[in-house]
């Protein structure tokens, strides 16, 4: 997934939408595009998370 469709991607996200385009443009670019296998867990219950993740699919 490339900037351009990461971009595109945040912008469908209604938490996200109130923000200006350039804003939602700086998230992108801090955005680390990851995948996992079914089965992997993303987040643990009462384990700490340095982040957000959004859920594309899946």
Same mark, same amino acid.
């Given at each position: 997934?490339?900037?351009?469709?990461?971009?595109?991607?945040?912008?469908? =996200?209604?938490?996200?939408?109130?923000? !200006? %385009?350039?804003? *939602?443009? #700086?998230?992108? +670019?801090? =955005?680390?595009?990851?995948?996992?296998? !079914? %089965?992997?867990? *993303?987040? #643990?219950?009462? +384990?700490? =998370?340095?982040?957000?993740?959004?859920?594309?699919?899946?």
């Amino acid at each position: 997934m490339d900037r351009e469709e990461v971009t595109k991607f945040l912008g469908q =996200v209604p938490l996200l939408q109130c923000l !200006p %385009g350039s804003s *939602i443009r #700086r998230i992108a +670019e801090a =955005v680390q595009v990851k995948h996992y296998e !079914p %089965g992997d867990y *993303i987040a #643990r219950e009462g +384990e700490p =998370v340095d982040g957000l993740c959004i859920i594309l699919d899946g």
